[in-house]
């Protein structure tokens, strides 16, 4: 199979996407529905994120690319510990065939807690990344196979998983960063890997309450090792990291504000060096996400 050319990545996938949290906890019709509708608002790719108590992702993405007729569906990510290599090739290679190459697998070596929490021990995460590609690099598939190989994106923020997924994959999902980590991922990739931050938003122009909204967030990620360690590597203090974030952090990390303010967001992780931003409407349950993109839509798409 050959590789999809990261210019043809960029167009397929837009500059702005859409990431959600609550989508694999929904019924499968609701999830079909607003896969369907997100894709009627006009974003052309849509991430979803893989947790112990959700819906398994490939599965997931057979839902919702089975919803959709053009949205690519993009995993974000799949926890490399709940499936073996062996496992996630044969479902990407099974899912990108079926649906025309709408499927884009993020991978990620996850968090110690939720690693343990699933009956594993959390290995020394550069190696472990790279001894699993090695072996999905290594699968033989037999069925018809996609027209391209199905791209791969690591959910990589210190240098060196950055590193991993500019020399081995299509390029970099990071999560949970601000602007500065964007600029930062961009210059270890290079201009030829693909950059896709997903971004939080808040669509509330009250500073209180969207900062409340944001620290129910926060407050659950900055207890994650990697996430912290990251924060602190870009400059954050322990001051900082504490509470559910400063109103620094939380306004670096989480964009809140009208359509207006969380477009101007999105551009400057664009100027900084993204090709595509996921934005993640911080929400409740998956309507209240979808009246926040309804909202942003016309704002985030007219370009």
């Known amino acids: ?150 791209p791969r994106v690591l959910a990589a923020l210190r240098p060196r998983m950055l590193e991993l997924a500019r020399d081995r994959t299509a390029g970099a999902h990071p999560y949970f960063v601000p602007v500065e980590h964007t600029e930062r991922a961009r210059a270890i990739l290079g201009p030829d890997r693909l950059l896709a931050p997903e971004l939080m938003v808040v669509l509330e122009t009250d500073a209180a309450r969207a900062r409340a909204v944001a620290r129910e967030t926060t407050t659950r990620y900055l207890a994650m090792p990697n996430y912290a360690n990251n924060l602190r590597e870009l400059g954050y203090t322990e001051e900082d990291l504490a509470g559910g974030g400063s109103d620094r952090l939380v306004d670096d990390i989480v964009v809140w504000g009208d359509a207006a303010a969380i477009r101007e967001r999105v551009d400057a992780h664009l100027r900084a060096g993204a090709d595509h931003v996921a934005v993640q409407p911080l929400a409740a349950d998956l309507e209240s996400q979808l009246g926040q993109l309804r909202a942003l839509a016309p704002v985030l798409l007219a370009r």
């Open 1 to 150: 199979m050959s590789e999809i050319t990261i210019t043809a990545l960029r167009e397929q996938l837009g500059s702005v996407g859409v990431w959600s949290s609550k989508i694999g906890g929904a019924s499968a019709t609701a999830e079909r529905a607003a896969a369907a509708e997100i894709e009627s608002l006009g974003f052309r790719t849509l991430w979803f994120g893989e947790a112990a108590d959700n819906k398994e992702a490939f599965v997931n993405a057979s839902i919702l690319l089975q919803a959709t007729s053009s949205l690519t569906v993009a995993t974000g990510i799949a926890n490399i510990y709940a499936r073996d290599p062996l496992a996630a090739e044969l479902g990407a290679n099974a899912l990108g065939e079926a649906y025309g190459g709408r499927f884009v697998l993020g991978l990620g070596v996850s968090h110690a807690p939720m690693v343990a929490s699933r009956g594993h021990d959390y290995a020394a995460p550069v190696r472990t990344m790279r001894e699993y590609l090695d072996a999905m690099d290594s699968v033989s598939y037999t069925p018809p196979a996609p027209g391209f190989a199905v």
